[in-house]
């Protein structure tokens, strides 16, 4: 069992930047792929991010490649997503989640994930 705690949310003027934590408790974290997921007010929500569990694999959905950078400390338990040149589309609810099967490198559909934190918002104004 892992649980999940995103932080880091806040308000930001387009073209800022802002990094979101997801601090996991629970044992074996080091071995959980995760990723980062948003939900736009009205939208369905979205994969945005996501890593392997060793961190050596990366991958983005093509709106926020070389804009985010996704990355994780197991000793720490804390995977990161720094948000750079922020948009005013980027507003939404995000979500870290997490899963053990790592079978599937690279996972980007929500029920491929397990568990999930409660959300952080983050809003960028024009």
């Known amino acids: 069992q892992v649980q999940l705690v995103e932080s880091g949310g806040g308000l930001v003027q387009a073209g800022g930047s802002l990094r979101l934590s997801c601090a996991a408790s629970?044992?074996?974290?080091?071995?959980?792929?995760v990723g980062w997921f948003r939900q736009a007010p009205g939208k369905e929500r979205e994969f945005v991010a996501g890593?392997?569990?060793?961190?050596?694999?990366?991958y983005y959905t093509d709106s926020v490649k070389g804009r985010f950078t996704i990355s994780r400390d197991n000793g720490k338990n804390t995977v990161y997503l720094q948000m750079n040149s922020l948009k005013p589309e980027d507003t939404a609810v995000y979500y870290c989640?997490?899963?053990?099967?790592?079978?599937?490198?690279?996972?980007?559909?929500?029920?491929?994930?397990?568990?999930w934190g409660q959300g952080t918002q983050v809003t960028v104004s024009s």
């Open positions: 629970g044992h074996r974290f080091s071995s959980y792929d």
């Open positions: 989640a997490a899963d053990g099967d790592t079978g599937n490198p690279y996972k980007t559909g929500e029920s491929q994930f397990a568990y």
């Open positions: 890593i392997s569990w060793s961190g050596s694999r990366t």
